[in-house]
């Protein structure tokens, strides 16, 4: 992991991503909190689980 490029990231999907693990990883119930549409939200952990290079949230479907 890229330790510089970790500075870069944005504080907006940090905090996104934490309110989903708050909300024990409910994409829907973080994002009637973050008073986002669900969409979005998934799109924003998308873009830092790609700049991040590794997966945040495992589907078990």
Not at 16 to 25: E, I
Not at 30 to 47: F, K, N, T, V, Y
Request: charged share 20%; glycine share 4%.
């Amino acid at each position: 992991m890229d330790l510089l490029g970790l500075s870069t990231l944005g504080l907006r999907q940090i905090c996104y991503f934490l309110m989903v693990v708050k909300c024990d990883n409910s994409f829907s119930r973080a994002a009637e909190q973050l008073h986002i549409e669900r969409p979005p939200l998934s799109q924003l952990i998308r873009a830092l689980e790609k700049r991040l290079k590794v997966n945040l949230f495992v589907s078990w479907l």
